[in-house]
């Protein structure tokens, strides 16, 4: 497994933009899956997007259509861009790889996503 860090987080007025940064510690092409979660305060973490090797996408209902997620093997980086966004989108975000259906049990920082209405 590579190592991750999650940057890009801010506080952002309801309606802007932000876009998150996942840097991998190493190669990130044979990885099946990478994939972004976020942990609301006083919940549960939850999924938001996924995408696989063959950057085929996959998102929660609640952030479908303003979030997309992307890759850059080059660069062992995957993004979250994030537009139109809600108080309810205010979490720490958490990037996480995937070998098979499996996601790591070993979680980074995440970084702080606020955002006031």
């Known amino acids: 497994q590579v190592q991750l860090v999650e940057s890009g987080g801010g506080l952002v007025q309801a309606g802007g933009s932000l876009t998150l940064s996942c840097a991998a510690s190493g190669s990130i092409f044979s990885i099946d899956f990478m994939g972004w979660f976020r942990q609301a305060p006083g919940k549960q973490r939850e999924f938001v997007a996924q995408i696989t090797r063959s950057s085929i996408t996959y998102y929660a209902d609640s952030v479908k259509g303003r979030f997309t997620i992307s890759r850059d093997n080059a660069k062992n980086t995957v993004y979250l861009q994030m537009n139109s966004l809600k108080p309810e989108d205010t979490g720490v975000y958490y990037c996480?790889?995937?070998?098979?259906?499996?996601?790591?049990?070993?979680w980074g920082q995440g970084t702080q996503v606020t955002v006031s209405s």
């Open positions: 996480n790889q995937a070998y098979g259906a499996l996601w790591s049990a070993s």
